[in-house]
């Protein structure tokens, strides 16, 4: 683009103004247009576009009068429409106005006429005939400023602006425009001009437009001839997003961002700006605001020179949609100079244009990314390229792959950032999204992958919250909303807002469920409501299928069910779930401790489908006994044995047995405090604590079954079968063997307490053990958990973790911090905190 011409007289400072169709729907927007400009201290050129719709609606005209249809009705309705905005604009003087309308349509009239008739001639001014509404609309735009009166003129482009066919679109024969808009100037006194976009003139004089978007680009030309300090392009929105705001709802604003982003996310489908329009403003440093008409006081978008100041390497992400990818595939083509200037030789001879070229190191396979549109076009005419390459078996053939989309990640914090890739990577990793080919070029500034269409919105919602442009999503499901599932959702009532604010975090609580119904909501369902909406008439039959689906949703990135419940019914689903992507988090027993074959199962699930499976809860409720445990493996320590009191209940019951009180009344008292289950016998078994014995052994690695465990049941033989009012009306007959085990203990300085124990051999036993007084079980409060880890390094001296470990609010505790764990794990902004809610635990040596 060559430099202004030095001969010319020095332009007012001036600011350009560009005002989109949806800015100009009808005559009170072109009056809230006009009221923007209002800046005295300088000149001001205004480009305008047509009326909203009007372009479609000359195309559409063409293409009936060129079909030999009818078309007047239309012509009529088009002409009309302006009239009505001519006569609210401009109500006192209307009639010079509407005499101009009219003789712009008089001519489109008689152009339409000729296409209609097949005239030859009519073909090359049709050329022109969709930019009337540019015409006519920058007549509308002069009246609503007050015309000449008010010092405003009206420059029609098609008298200034020489244009010629290049192979990248329409290009501006810069020293003729610059020529003919001095001669313009020269015949008009200093002032304000409203200018025509999209229009011009070809060299030999017709008349054409700038191509689709070609206002901004009008825009950005005018800006450049008038020696403009400024362009401000008006629209509809309050600048350039992050991303399509209609596929992440959380898309922000950018404040502002270089020409060199602006043209990338362009390229890749942003829809505020033209990939053309960058490049006369960018060539005089021209600064460039996008903002909203219909929110001015909105501060908007500034492209300029520099990114901006911005700690984040990535500054928004776009998808290109509707394409396709042709490989070529060739051992033969390793090391052979010209391979690829074959192929892309023959793309360009078919009139394919390529999006994004992906080639290994190895040179055993190109790939190219294209416009669906053209992928058969393409592949027939790589396999026509190298026919006797594959005829002599040094090229496999070229492949197509349809249904592709592009996603762009776009910014210049990128350039010399390490791990840039790695993160958008993990993040498309993370939403099961599998990149099929990536791209990036030497400048670093865009990293491109080529994804599957129908992961394309997860894709880029992912995406936009791995780097923390938005928070990170996770769709959520809960079941079961008794004791723990409802405390956990008054926890999560409490904490959202927060979570999002300071973390970055959006758990969207979007399904509730109990054992017979459930309530899915696309929207999200508000924690505090979602017990009493499962009572409303918004619930339906539970379906579980149903409702993993719905979790899943195709267009979040992230999908998480909380399993509240104590349903094998339940627990029988997380093989699939796990194995879709779906994280499961659960204080549910029943999955961990079941059958080998289940555990088995779920475990490999998760390996392949990259779902997680927590159950941190299940043991020791909101106490780290399993993150203790993790934590120990992880760092390479060697567990020799476990032991502990893994019930709450037993622990109350132990503590408080001294053989003053009978140990049935204990029960009953325990009964009444709400410590033990329903039907006591369930925590008197022991079950439940060889249950969580089991899950520990099998999270140290241990292939420990249910039945592999020495149980003690301490409910007497002959009150096992009957019914529970039958037991708890028995229940003194427990009371002389226990008072002689007491005795017995009492005797040789020994305390009794309900033990799990796992030792190094791999044998697990649950029951009554008389401890010594300086055992740590002996020394806990009322209600206390305690496990105790011997390990190589805490041989001698175990390490202990001890705290509540039973009761809803705990437990929810646990759980929560197992969805928050997994949210960490995902990416979310830092400062995420794990805690652990409400418990007080101690982890010591």
Request: hydrophobic share 45%; proline share 5%; net charge negative.
């Amino acid at each position: 683009m060559p430099p202004a011409d030095a001969s010319l007289p020095p332009s007012p400072q001036c600011h350009v103004h560009k005002f989109g169709g949806s800015s100009l729907a009808d005559a009170s927007l072109y009056r809230a247009a006009a009221a923007l400009l209002q800046d005295p201290a300088r000149t001001r050129i205004v480009v305008v576009s047509a009326m909203q719709g009007v372009t479609d609606a000359l195309l559409a005209l063409l293409a009936s009068a060129r079909r030999g249809d009818d078309w007047a009705a239309e012509w009529d309705a088009l002409r009309e429409r302006h009239l009505v905005a001519a006569a609210v604009l401009d109500p006192n003087g209307h009639h010079v106005l509407k005499a101009a309308l009219l003789q712009d349509f008089d001519v489109l009239h008689e152009q339409l006429l000729a296409l209609a008739c097949g005239d030859a001639s009519a073909d090359v001014h049709a050329r022109g005939l969709p930019g009337l509404g540019e015409v006519v609309s920058s007549r509308l735009m002069q009246a609503a400023l007050g015309a000449d009166a008010a010092g405003w003129h009206r420059l029609d482009a098609r008298d200034v602006l020489v244009v010629h066919e290049g192979e990248m679109g329409m290009a501006v024969d810069w020293a003729a425009s610059r020529e003919r808009l001095a001669a313009w100037r020269a015949s008009h006194a200093d002032g304000n001009v409203v200018v025509t976009g999209f229009v011009a003139r070809d060299a030999d004089g017709h008349a054409t437009t700038l191509g689709r978007n070609g206002s901004d680009y009008s825009a950005a030309i005018f800006a450049n001839l008038f020696d403009a300090v400024g362009l401000t392009i008006w629209t509809d929105v309050d600048g350039v997003l992050s991303a399509d705001p209609r596929l992440v709802p959380e898309a922000v604003c950018l404040p502002s961002m270089s020409y060199a982003e602006a043209c990338e996310l362009a390229y890749f489908g942003a829809k505020v700006l033209h990939p053309q329009t960058m490049a006369p403003v960018q060539e005089r440093g021209i600064p460039l605001w996008i903002r909203n008409t219909h929110r001015p006081e909105a501060p908007g978008t500034l492209i300029s020179t520099h990114s901006g100041h911005d700690a984040a390497p990535v500054k928004g992400l776009s998808l290109v949609r509707d394409l396709a990818i042709v490989e070529l595939v060739g051992n033969g083509m390793v090391g052979v100079p010209g391979a690829a200037e074959r192929l892309f030789g023959a793309l360009r001879g078919a009139g394919v244009s390529v999006t994004m070229i992906s080639q290994g190191s190895s040179e055993h396979s190109i790939c190219c990314v294209l416009r669906a549109d053209q992928a058969e076009r393409a592949r027939n005419a790589a396999a026509a390229a190298f026919a006797d390459a594959i005829a002599d078996g040094q090229a496999q053939g070229v492949t197509l792959t349809r249904d592709i989309a592009v996603l762009a990640a776009v910014g210049d914090g990128m350039v010399g950032t390490p791990g840039v890739a790695a993160r958008l990577l993990s993040g498309l990793a993370q939403a099961r999204v599998n990149a099929r080919a990536i791209a990036q070029g030497a400048g670093e500034r865009n990293i491109s992958v080529a994804i599957g269409a129908n992961d394309a919105t997860r894709a880029l919602r992912a995406a936009h919250a791995a780097f923390w442009l938005s928070p990170q999503t996770l769709s959520v499901g809960v079941i079961g909303p008794g004791q723990v599932g409802s405390a956990l959702l008054v926890q999560m009532s409490a904490a959202l807002p927060r979570l999002r604010e300071r973390s970055g975090l959006d758990l969207r609580l979007r399904a509730i469920a109990n054992s017979r119904a459930m309530v899915l909501d696309e929207r999200g369902v508000e924690p505090a409501d979602a017990a009493a909406r499962l009572q409303g008439g918004a619930a339906r039959a539970l379906d579980l299928d149903e409702f993993a689906d719905h979790v899943r949703g195709e267009h979040l990135p992230h999908a998480l069910i909380v399993d509240c419940s104590a349903s094998p019914r339940v627990a029988e689903h997380y093989p699939r779930w796990l194995a879709r992507g779906i994280h499961v988090v659960t204080p549910n027993k029943l999955a961990g401790s079941g059958p080998w074959a289940n555990y088995a199962a779920i475990q490999d699930a998760g390996r392949r489908g990259g779902g997680r499976f927590r159950y941190e809860a299940t043991v020791g409720a909101g106490l780290p006994v399993m993150l203790t445990l993790r934590n120990l493996l992880d760092t390479g320590d060697e567990l020799y044995a476990i032991d502990g009191m893994l019930s709450g209940t037993l622990a109350w019951l132990f503590n408080r047995f001294d053989g003053t009180v009978p140990f049935s009344q204990l029960v009953r008292e325990a009964q009444a405090l709400g410590y033990t289950e329903p039907d006591p016998r369930d925590d008197l078994s022991g079950l439940d604590v060889a249950r969580k014995l089991v899950i520990l052994a099998r999270e140290a690695g241990r292939a420990l079954s249910l039945e592999d465990v020495e149980v003690e049941n301490l409910v007497p033989q002959a009150l096992r079968e009957v019914d529970r009012g039958a037991f708890l009306a028995r229940l003194e007959e427990m009371d002389a063997p226990m008072l002689a085990r007491y005795r017995e203990a009492a005797a040789e300085g020994r305390s009794l307490r309900h033990l799990a124990q796992l030792d190094r051999d791999g044998r697990a036993r649950v029951g009554v053990v008389a401890l010594p007084a300086e055992h740590a079980c002996c020394h806990t409060r009322l209600t206390d958990n305690l496990v105790q880890f011997r390990t190589r390094r805490y041989a001698d001296n175990p390490l202990v973790v001890q705290g509540p470990g039973a009761g809803p609010e705990v437990t929810a505790a646990g759980v929560f911090g197992d969805v928050l764990a997994i949210a960490q794990s995902l990416g979310t902004a830092p400062g995420l905190s794990l805690p652990l809610g409400e418990a007080h635990a101690e982890v010591h040596a």
